[in-house]
């Protein structure tokens, strides 16, 4: 018996990693003698590098970098040696959840600090980084990120323009003079599933500019301010991005890693699949055991069961979702390779008295999807 184990972190909870090993406490209790796999997974979010470095070998460094509102962050990416390939989620260093509520503000917030930890991988001879830009507390089109990387934006006086996104309503010049060259020489590629354009009624800033701070007034000055940034873009780079599927992922920031980086977009859980070698641990597999905190209709969106029951469907691989909560349309699913899906609490219980039991009601869920399936074995 081969099963692969390949779960999503659960929020709040337990990682990816300590669900799959409760998973797999589980089935052993019930298959001893079973061939449990291990890949933790994530779609690009929260957990990414944990998850690709636990099924790599990586190596976790931290960097010091400038946070979303300046103050200084120590953050974490991951570093694979024998490819040269970096991992950045640039949540570590311009997340949401860096600021605190009251302080959050989306017309100031930068993405310097992501900037920065570029620069650090280039630093360590990077060939390839892997950008995940979920969880962004910014929207300033990348523009930050840009300017640690040497691009200089200029005001109407030659000064450079102050952090944030509605200060790029000043920019009178790019320079690219100083731009790291280095730059011309790695592959991105971005771990990401959100298809905004840079501006309008679908851009960045009307659809993620309110969860960072932003009034309704300041919405307006802020897509009018990426508009005018996208516009002197547009004049010193090879062509206009801004309207192309994804360039308003995180503030924007995915406008400009298509505009300066040339970045190559894919969804998240397609690239960690491919880092920890998902496709090929399923190949022959008798079942594949997925899972995430809350399972519903957003799975479909390319959350990690998602990417997970797709890889197995194509090699005829039967998947049981494992989830902390079973919410609207996860019946959805099972039209796209997902068999069965089971939540996790055995009787009334609190979200927080749930999360502090995940261990244990992993375990006893794998036990009995086990005893499940044996039983079925022996009757056929």
């Known amino acids: 018996m081969k099963i692969v184990i390949a779960p999503d972190s659960f929020k709040d909870s337990l990682s990816a990693q300590g669900v799959a090993d409760a998973i797999a406490l589980g089935l052993a209790d019930v298959w001893p003698n079973a061939q449990l796999i291990k890949c933790p997974m994530a779609d690009g979010g929260e957990g990414t590098v944990e998850s690709v470095l636990a099924a790599c070998n990586g190596e976790l460094r931290r960097t010091q970098v400038r946070g979303p509102l300046g103050a200084p962050v120590n953050a974490a990416w991951g570093w694979l040696p024998e490819s040269h ?66 691009v200089k934006l200029l005001d109407a006086q030659g000064k450079s323009l102050a952090p944030g996104g509605l200060a790029l309503g000043q920019l009178a010049r790019i320079d690219l003079s100083e731009v790291d060259r280095r730059l011309a020489n790695v592959r991105f590629d971005i771990a990401a599933d959100v298809n905004n354009p840079l501006c309008g009624a679908h851009g960045a800033s009307a659809i993620f500019g309110p969860q960072k701070g932003a009034s309704p007034e300041q919405v307006e000055q802020l897509d009018q301010a990426l508009g005018h940034f996208a516009d002197h873009c547009a004049k010193v780079l090879e062509k206009d991005v801004r309207d192309e599927p994804g360039s308003g992922a995180a503030g924007g920031l995915g406008f400009a890693a298509k505009a300066f980086l040339h970045a190559r977009f894919r969804p998240g859980v397609e690239v960690v699949a491919e880092l920890v070698g998902l496709a090929e641990a399923v190949r022959g597999a008798d079942l594949v055991i997925t899972g995430e905190g ?23 691989v039967p998947v049981i979702v494992i989830a902390g909560t079973l919410g609207d349309g996860y019946e959805q699913m099972y039209e796209h390779g997902v068999d069965a899906a089971f939540s996790l609490p055995s009787g009334p219980m609190t979200l927080a008295q749930a999360c502090a039991e995940a261990p244990r009601l992993l375990r006893q869920r794998a036990g009995d999807i086990a005893r499940v399936w044996r039983t079925a074995e022996l009757k056929l």
């Open 85 to 150: 390939s970096a991992i950045i989620e640039m949540a570590e260093a311009s997340g949401l959840q860096l600021v605190p509520l009251a302080q959050r503000d989306a017309c100031i917030s930068s993405t310097f600090g992501t900037g920065e930890l570029i620069r650090a991988a280039l630093d360590a001879g990077a060939q390839r980084v892997i950008l995940a830009i979920g969880g962004s507390a910014t929207n300033d089109a990348g523009a930050g990120a840009m300017q640690a990387l040497g």
């Open 294 to 316: 809350r399972f519903d209709a957003q799975t479909l969106r390319g959350k990690t069961p998602f990417g997970v029951a797709r890889i197995a469907r194509q090699q005829g």
